[in-house]
């Protein structure tokens, strides 16, 4: 569930995102499951936010207090995030280009 899904796998997954954030490694999947299902619906809890944007900076990237919010229903709103040089791209780019090794 977005946004947590994207950000999770753009930051390396679960355990990158469990040991940034100093969580169980059960915690980012359970930020990826619905309400239902015992999980947060795609939200990250408040409290991780800062430890994600500076795990982020790490590594090039830049996530933004707007990128944690829930996706728009009405519009097609992509998660996007902000590169050292300053250019914006979105968030499943970002990632492509991390897995390429660029």
């Not at 990158?16 to 059960?26: K, P, S």
């Not at 994600?52 to 995030?81: K, T, W, Y």
Request: hydrophobic content about 35%; some cysteine; aromatic content about 4%.
């Amino acid at each position: 569930m977005e946004p947590a899904s994207t950000i999770v796998g753009m930051l390396g997954g679960p355990a990158a995102v469990a040991r940034a954030t100093g969580t169980a490694l059960t915690a980012p999947y359970r930020w990826q499951y619905p309400r239902a299902k015992g999980g947060t619906g795609g939200l990250i809890p408040q409290r991780h936010h800062r430890a994600l944007i500076e795990f982020a900076r790490a590594q090039g990237l830049v996530l933004n207090a707007a990128d944690f919010l829930p996706r728009c229903e009405e519009e097609a709103c992509v998660p996007s995030c902000s590169l050292h040089d300053g250019s914006r791209t979105d968030i499943a780019s970002a990632t492509r280009r991390r897995e390429e090794g660029a």
